[in-house]
């Protein structure tokens, strides 16, 4: 069983996935590999909603805030991997933004 302090499987860090590519890759993470998986949100209600539906599927993530563009959220989330993990195995930079073809006004005018 691991714990936040124990050394256990391999460590996932999922950013930006709270919804989209990025909580489906936590989710099968989840399903498929022991370990511990970091889902990571900038907004941390959205986050822990995305931990619930998970857990509701009979999964189990831990959440972390990490808004990757504010470097006191990075340093403080990386601060807390190396010292209650010693680190991080698997890093998943998934955050970012989407182009959607239904918001191509937004690009034209911006
Ligand atoms: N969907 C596609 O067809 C496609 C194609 C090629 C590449 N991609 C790339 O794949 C990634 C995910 O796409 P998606 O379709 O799943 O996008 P999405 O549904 O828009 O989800 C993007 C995720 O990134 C988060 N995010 C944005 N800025 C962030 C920040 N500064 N810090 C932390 N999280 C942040 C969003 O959080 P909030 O909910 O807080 O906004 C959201 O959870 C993106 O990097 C995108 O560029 C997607």
Known sequence: MCTP???????????????????GIVQELC????GVVYLTARDEDRGLAAVDE?????????????DIDCKESILKFSEY???????LD???????????VHNLHLYLYA
């Open 5 to 23: 302090t124990s050394n256990c499987g391999f460590h996932h860090q999922v950013t930006g996935a709270n919804k989209g590519i990025g909580f």
């Open 31 to 34: 399903s498929k590999f022991d």
């Open 90 to 100: 698997v890093l998943v930079n998934n955050a970012g933004m989407a182009f959607k």
């Open 54 to 66: 998970l857990k509701k599927m009979g999964l189990s993530a831990r959440f972390h805030q990490l």
């Open 81 to 87: 991997l190396k010292k209650t993990y010693g680190g």
